[in-house]
């Protein structure tokens, strides 16, 4: 086993806690919280989340979730501005980041999931959108009107797009649940002004 490639990649991983994303940038948001990896670990709950409700093996779609985005530690990240004057060598960078390591599986699992026609892979797409909901939920919630538009559309284009691009129908009702839930309903029952030994 090639520890020294592995160690690097271990570095290289953790670097993904210092990529914003860049929707901040459209969204006019200075959110230094949202940021690769901390998007990623949500994608993957959700994914195992989603998962279950499918009845399709959880782990095999944590791991996609975790690797969604993995291109993008060497590539950044775009928004839809930046996207239509870029090209990125995804499965360039796959091979060249995942593809070297002492065993293959992350390279499959990662490119799996980019070819989105596995069950599995597209319920990692769809927490990948839902975060995306989520997100911008809590962004509405904190008065951010340019999210309001993204979630709502504009004028008559009122349907969601995240959610009417997701694959599965129970992705799309977990989504609506959330456009129905504040972002602080989770703790409003658990809130108490007494200590417990009192």
């Not at 699992?109 to 769809?126: F, G, L, N, T």
């Given at each position: 086993m090639d520890d020294k490639r592995l160690a690097q990649f271990l570095y290289e991983v953790g670097s993904m806690r210092r990529l914003p994303r860049m929707h901040r940038q459209t969204?006019?948001?200075?959110?230094?919280?949202?940021?690769?990896?901390?998007?990623?670990?949500?994608?993957?709950?959700?994914?195992?989340?989603?998962?279950?409700?499918?009845?399709?093996?959880?782990?095999?779609?944590?791991?996609?979730?975790?690797?969604?985005?993995?291109?993008?530690?060497?590539?950044?990240?775009?928004?839809?501005?930046?996207?239509r004057y870029t090209e990125v060598a995804e499965g360039e960078i796959l091979e060249d980041q995942l593809g070297t390591l002492p065993f293959n599986d992350l390279y499959e699992?990662?490119?799996?999931?980019?070819?989105?026609?596995?069950?599995?892979?597209?319920?990692?797409?769809?927490a990948d959108l839902l975060d995306q909901v989520l997100l911008l939920r809590e962004y509405e919630w904190e008065g951010n009107k340019e999210a309001t538009v993204w979630l709502h559309g504009k004028g008559e284009d009122t349907e969601n797009r995240q959610i009417a691009t997701m694959h599965f129908e129970s992705s799309k009702e977990l989504a609506r649940a959330v456009l129905d839930e504040n972002p602080s309903d989770w703790w409003r029952d658990l809130f108490t002004n007494k200590r417990r030994d009192q």
């Open positions: 969204l006019m948001v200075s959110d230094t919280a949202d940021n690769i990896a901390s998007h990623s670990y949500r994608v993957a709950i959700i994914g195992w989340v989603l998962a279950k409700k499918e009845e399709v093996d959880p782990a095999k779609v944590v791991m996609m979730c975790l690797l969604h985005d993995i291109a993008e530690i060497r590539s950044g990240d775009q928004n839809w501005i930046h996207k699992v990662a490119s799996e999931y980019e070819k989105r026609e596995s069950k599995e892979a597209q319920i990692a797409k769809d």
